[in-house]
């Protein structure tokens, strides 16, 4: 009891005047300690249950942002826009070389005004005798003619010229760009010359074929062993493929109008089979999704394979939602190589086509004892899956969207580590030779306009002043300012009737994509090799292609009019979504 006393006495001592500031520091201090503590515990339980939504009920954005973007690995899906990993090569990003002026090209000694004069050649009864299209002389003077006819681009490399059609033809091929490119890419044209002999032996150019006209100057590419040889820049003879270095790796550039060879590349023996090692992403929910969509996710399973140094086995065969099909239904059994080109993928990457590849599995797996490694969670990072030694990575995926889809294992603490190759996916080259067709019959001289309508025009309430904004009459008074009267503008839209957009004519020179359609019909050589990727069955030019087609040749005009940007003050993903980029 006579403890008591003094154990109050000295606990009521910590209350003293001079012991107050201390007291309250501490006091202060405890709060602090307390209220992280229970930040701590509140953001723990946030991170343990939180489910992220839909991504695709997420508002859209431009696919130009997630294809750059590296702060947001979710999808968000953007159909009116057609972009591949091509597009996001910058031009500054490029060393082109120097281009050939007029200049540069020789004058003949012999040269007879825009002509050539043929040495030692009695002309008498000579006039109609074959031109020899080899001659140095020859070269020269057709160069000539094609720099002094095509003003709107720029040479950078000439093929020898071959005999054409007939004793007065020459073919002849050349690289070469569109003098106000915007994007990083070279063209290969081959065209007909038509050469006239004078009486006193004088060669002149009478006329140029159109687009690919001269095929005797196509050199057709020697088809190597498939998937023997990754090395980048193997062209045909005489075209070598510029590969102009940046900061870091080399860049490949694509080359339109090059001959293409996308077999499927084999394995060549049970050796190299075994030693292998592969990843392979099975079922999920991204099948007949957008082809956006299908992008996003392929390429999350691209960056993994290549982030854990395996071969990616690829499904080819498509299945085209119905958003871009003429049935309205959801069609299996497209081919990848429609859309994209598998030939610089299968050249810059490693990959295999799954039918081959279970087919050598098959056959070979049992008896050199390859082992599967099975993955069925997405939560499963790339990161813990690097030390596996197994010869084959499967990831399973179920029925249950949206954690189905191929991209959540992208998603998280895997964004920052895996990146999605977009260098190596390129739309088709046969789509952008039909692309470069029709830049090359405006001449590379025209200005474009994207003017979107459809279900977007008829949505009043998401977007309340488009169908006003992109009438022929607001059309009228928006380009007035951007495109100078009398130029020929081509107009990429989802307007399914074109004969809306005729007041315009009184301005303007207008073209629309069907105006092309000889480039994909069933003499077009468009027609013929995608029958041949597809057992000989005709192949439709489909939704997707039409618009990839329409938006590249939108992105070649001199000047570019984008409907959310300059014609509309609606925002592009509906009423408040607006952004800085939108």
Known sequence: MLGRPSLLLSRSGSFRPENLGQN?????????????????????????????EDPLFHPSAKITNFLTSKSNATFRADDSVVRTGEDFLGVNQTAFTTFINLNDVDVPENAAGGGVTEN????????????????PDVFHLLMRAA????????????GKPVRGSNDSSCHMAWRFRPKEGKTAAFYKDYRSFVVSRSENCTLDVVSIGDYHSGGNARKRKRKNRAGSDRTLGKLDEGFEKVTPKTEGEPIALPVVGEAVNDSLPVVESESSFGNGKYLIYSGGGDRCKSMSHYLWSFMCALGEAQYLNRTLIMDLSICLSKIYTSSGVDEEGKDFRFYFDFEHLKDSASVLDQV???????????KDRL?????????????????VQDTLIMRKFGSVEPDNYWYRVCEGETESVV??????????????????????RLNWDYDSAHVVRGEKARNREMWPHLAEDTSPEALLSSLQDKIDDGRNLYIATNEPYTSFFDPLKDKYSTHFLHEYKDLWDDKSEWYAETAKLNNGNPVEFDGYMRASVDTEVFFRGKKQVETFNDLTRDCKDGINTCTSSS
């Open 371 to 387: 082992s599967l490694h099975l993955v069925e969670d997405f939560r499963i990072t790339p990161m813990k899956l690097s030390g």
């Open 147 to 158: 720099i002094e006819k095509f003003k709107d681009i720029h040479f950078y490399r000439f």
């Open 356 to 366: 081959q590849f279970w087919s050598d599995w098959d056959q070979w797996h049992k």
């Open 120 to 135: 030692n050649l009695d002309c008498s009864g000579k006039i109609d005798d074959p031109v020899d299209c080899t001659d």
């Open 419 to 440: 990146q999605r190759p977009w260098h190596l996916v390129w739309k088709s080259r046969r789509l952008m030779d039909i692309v470069s067709a029709i830049s090359s």
């Open 24 to 52: 309250a520091m501490a006091m202060i201090g405890n709060l602090c300690f307390t209220i992280f503590v229970v930040g701590v515990l509140v953001f723990t339980i946030i991170a343990a249950t939180y489910q992220p």
